[in-house]
C-alpha cells in the first residue's frame, strides 16, 4: 500500500512538472519605428535579421498588421488599452496617457501574472500595472541610456517643465538596447517563479537618432542599397497641399538629419538636382536605420536563446511588433505619420509553440487594438466590452480566417511640422483617406491596392471608380459610427 502511496505521489509531481503553469508567460517585444520592410523573413533582401526570421519560422507572421495612429504616444495607449485614441485619451505626440485606465499588464497583474516593462515608455505619466518597470523618458540615449525605476518618485516631462522629469534615475553603460535586454533578462532570472510573468520589451531602436552599437558603425559602408520605385516621386495627382514644402519631418530632401550632408553635397556639386540630393540622402538615411535594425535583431536572438536555454520557450508566448510602420524612402518618404501602407503597416510575429502552427502567414487585416484582447484571452481572462479590438487567438490557433473586414486609421495634425489630420478606412483592396484639413479639392485620396500598391494613383473623383468610392465612404461612415469617433467629417454625416 505505502509503496503504491509513493508511487501516485511520484506521478502527480511528475504530471505537475510537465504541465507547468497553466497560463502561458507572455513577452512582448515592441521596438519604436520598425517597418516590417526592414526584416528579412517580410522580404528585405539589403539585410538579414536571423532572430527575427526565426521567431517567424516558429511561428505566425502577420502581413497586415495596421496601427489606428501611426504616431509614437498615441499608438503605444492604443497597443495598451485595446481602444481607438479618442477612447483611450491620447491622440497626439507627447501626450500623457491616463494611467488609471484598464490596460491589459493590468488586468494580466490582477489574475496573478508578474509583469513588468523594460525600455521605451513613452506615454509620460508613470506606469501602472507594473510589478517593476524600467523605462527611459521620452526618447532615451543611444548610448548609456538613465532609466528610471518603480519605487523612484517619478516626475511626469511636460513641455511646460522640461527639466524636472530627468532628475534622479540610474545611468546604464553600454549600447541602449543591448543594457535594456540585459535588465530584462536579469528580470525573467530573479522572478517570482510561482507566477506565470508578462514582460514588456520596448526596444528604443530603430527609432532615430541614427548611432548604432558599435559593432555596427560600418555596416553596409560600401555597399550601395537599392532604391524603391517611389524614391523621386512627384506627389502628381495627389494631395500636394500634405505634402507642402514646409513639411520637414517626412521628405528625405528637407529633413533635418540630413541639411548638413545636404550643403555639403550642394557645395561639392552646384547644380545637383533635387532627385539627386534625394538619392544620396537615402543612402545616407536607410544605412543608419539598417544598423539600428541590426542591433534589435541581435537582442532577440538573445532573447530566444534564452528562453530555450531555461527551458521556457514552450510555455511562452512571444510577440514581436513595432508601434508602427515607417517609410523606408518610399513616397521619397523616412518618416510615419501617414496612412500610406509603408506607415499603416507594423511587423507582427507571435510564436506559442504548443497552439501557433510553425512558420504560418497570416494575410488579411489585424490591428495593434487586437493585442490587448489577444493577450487577456490566451491568459484565459474574459475581454471587458470596452475594448475595441478583437482577440486574435482563433485565427492563430488556426480557427478562423479574418476578424475584420476594414481597418479604422485616424491621424490627428501634427502642427510643428505641417502634418494634417487623416481618417481613413482600409479593406482588403481600396483605401480612403479624408484630410479634414485640406482645401476642398485635396481633401480625398482613393487607392485601389491591388493594382496600385504603392498608392500613386488617386482615383478620387474617376468615374470608373464611382461605386468603390460609394462603398469606401459607407464603410468609413460605418466605422466613424462603431468605433464612437466624434470627427466631423461633412460629406459622410
Ligand atoms: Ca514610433
Known sequence: MLHKAIGIGLLSLLNLAHAGPS???ILFIMADDHSKNAISCYGNKDIQTPGLDRLADGGMRFEHALTPNSFCTPARAAVLTGKYSHRNGVTHLNQEFDGSQRTFPKLLQAAGYATALFGKWHLLSEPTGFDHYCVMKMQGMAQDPTVWEKGETWVAWSPKDRKSAFKGGRKLIGYNNDVMTDEALGWIKNRDQTKPFCLLLHPKPPHAPYSPAKRYEDFLKDVVISEPATLLDDYEGRTPAAIAETMRSNRLLLGPPWQQLRKQLEKQNPGISRDELTRAIYQDYIKGYYRLVMGVDDNITRVLDYLE??????NTLVIYTSDQGFSLGEHGFYNKQWMYEPALHQPLIVRYPSKIKAGSVHESMVNHVDLAPTLLDFAG???PDDMQGYSLKPILEGRAEKVRDASYYHFYSHG?????????VRTAEYKLIHYPGMDDAYQWELFDLKRDPDEMRNLYGNPEYSEVLEQMESELKLLIQSVGDPV???KLM
Open 23 to 25: 497560463k502561458p508567460n
Open 309 to 314: 536555454q531555461s527551458g521556457l520557450d514552450q
Open 381 to 383: 481572462l474574459p475581454i
Open 416 to 424: 510643428e511640422n505641417n502634418l494634417p489630420e487623416m481618417i481613413g
Open 488 to 490: 466631423k467629417a461633412p
